[in-house]
């Protein structure tokens, strides 16, 4: 029981790690020229390639999520074992996978790239890609 607490906080630390590491690059584009600090454009065209730019960077963030949850083994119910997809507009990012046993759990990171990924996906991690991506 100790083991799969564990592994649970693991599994939390490295969403964290993930999330402050997007975070942070959000907030180095912002100093590297784009931020709130320059004064806004009064004319059409500066605003327009204001809100360009913004979108530009919108696009990087990981802002598209989805979690499956299941039971991984027949003898563990409630629903313990989670996929987690975090995916900017370009369908890169990763896939977080915990799985659950009686005895111990397991995780798993597998990057995807355009929404797919070099590695297998189990069909629980194909599902939450696919819940992930816009206009599904």
Same mark, same amino acid.
Request: charged share 20%; aromatic share 4%.
């Given at each position: 029981?100790?083991?799969? &607490?564990?592994? $649970? ?22 100093? $590297? /020229?784009?931020?709130?600090? =320059? #004064?806004? #454009?009064? =004319?059409?065209? /500066? ?27 027949? =003898?563990?119910?409630?629903?313990? $074992? ?6 900017? =507009? ?28 070099? *590695?297998?996906? $189990?069909?629980?991690?194909?599902? &939450?890609? *696919? *819940?992930?991506? #816009?206009?599904?």
């Amino acid at each position: 029981m100790v083991a799969l &607490a564990i592994l $649970s906080l693991l599994t939390s630390i490295t969403a964290l790690v993930l999330a402050g590491a997007a975070w942070q690059k959000t907030k180095d584009v912002r100093r $590297s /020229g784009s931020g709130s600090a =320059d #004064p806004l #454009p009064t =004319d059409v065209t /500066g605003l327009r390639a204001e809100v360009a730019a913004l979108r530009t960077e919108a696009a990087m963030n990981m802002r598209h999520l989805a979690v499956v949850r299941f039971d991984a083994f027949g =003898d563990a119910g409630g629903h313990l $074992s989670w996929c987690l997809a975090l995916l900017d =507009d370009s369908g890169d990012g990763v896939v977080l996978t915990s799985i659950h046993g009686r005895t111990e759990a397991r995780s798993y990171a597998k990057s995807i790239s355009a929404w797919e990924s070099s *590695q297998q996906l $189990s069909p629980e991690e194909t599902e &939450a890609v *696919q *819940q992930a991506k #816009p206009g599904r």
